[in-house]
C-alpha cells in the first residue's frame, strides 16, 4: 500500500513569507503529526491531529500551526518565516497514536 | 516531561550484537518507549515499541527493566546495511492536551566489514 507523502519535497522562502506544508497519510490511518529535524535540535514533535482534531502540541510558537482535514490529509503552516526554520519537517501517520507512526520522506525547507 | 539520553556513536562490526541504551528519568506511567531507525535523506523507521520487560520482532529486541528508566535496543548480528541513526521515543498520545513526545538526540551506528 501506498505510503505516506509529503508535498514538496524541497522548498526555499524568504523571511517574513509563510510556507504550507502538505501531507497524504497512508489510507485509514486517521493520526497525524508533524515533526521538525535539525542538526542542532534532532527529531522535536511540532504537534498531532486525529480526526481533524488537533489533540497534542508540542514547545513550538503559534507561528507554527496545522490543521487536518476529513480525509486525514494534513497541511502544516508556518508564518512568518525566520532563519532558524530551516529544517526538514516530518510528517507520520498511525492508526490511533504516534508511538508506531510511518513517516514520510519529509520537506526540505530552506528560509533565506 | 521525560528526557532521553542515548550515546551520540556507537561503532560496531559486522556479525555483532549492538546494544544501545536509553535512560528516560521520569518516563510516565503512560509512556511507551519506541526505537526508530533513520536513513539519511529519509524519514525514521519504526524497528520496535514496549511497555516492560522484553519485546522482539524479527528485526531486534527491546530490553526495560522494572523501573522503566532505561531501556536498551539490541540488534543481532548487525550488517552494514544496519549503518544509520537510532532514536529513542518516549511518550504515548493518550487525548490529553499535555501530551508530548521526546525523542532522544539519536546515536550514529556505524558498522564496519
Known amino acids: 500500500k501506498a505510503g505516506v507523502t509529503q508535498t514538496p519535497r524541497y522548498l526555499i522562502k524568504t523571511r517574513g513569507q509563510q510556507v504550507t506544508l502538505s501531507c497524504s497519510p497512508i489510507s485509514g490511518h486517521r493520526s497525524v503529526s508533524w515533526y521538525q529535524q535539525t542538526p542542532g535540535q534532532g527529531l522535536q514533535f511540532l504537534f498531532e491531529y486525529f480526526s481533524e482534531t488537533q489533540r497534542n502540541k508540542g514547545n513550538f510558537p503559534g507561528r507554527f500551526s496545522g490543521r487536518q482535514f476529513s480525509n486525514s490529509r494534513s497541511e502544516m503552516n508556518v508564518s512568518t518565516l525566520e532563519l532558524g526554520d530551516s529544517a526538514l519537517y516530518l510528517c507520520a501517520s498511525s492508526l490511533t497514536g504516534i508511538t508506531e507512526a510511518f513517516f514520510g520522506q519529509g520537506t526540505r525547507l530552506t528560509v533565506v | ?113
Not at chain 2, 539520553?5 to 536509553?22: A, R
Not at chain 2, 535512560?23 to 533513520?38: C, K, L
Not at chain 2, 520496535?48 to 540488534?75: C, M
Open chain 2, 1 to 113: 516531561l521525560a528526557k532521553t539520553t542515548q550515546p551520540i556513536s556507537m561503532d560496531s562490526y559486522e556479525g555483532q550484537e549492538v546494544n544501545i541504551t536509553c535512560s528516560h528519568n521520569n518516563i510516565a506511567t503512560n509512556d511507551y518507549i519506541t526505537w526508530y531507525q533513520q536513513f539519511p535523506s529519509q524519514g525514521p523507521r519504526f524497528i520496535i515499541q514496549g511497555y516492560k520487560t522484553k519485546v522482539t520482532n524479527e528485526v531486534a529486541s527491546l530490553f526495560i527493566p522494572a523501573d522503566r528508566k532505561s531501556s536498551t535496543l539490541s540488534l543481532p548480528r548487525v550488517s552494514l546495511s544496519d549503518t544509520a541513526v537510532y532514536y529513542c521515543l518516549v511518550g504515548i498520545f493518550t487525548g490529553g492536551s499535555q501530551g508530548n513526545l521526546i525523542f532522544g538526540k539519536g546515536t550514529k551506528l556505524s558498522v564496519k566489514p
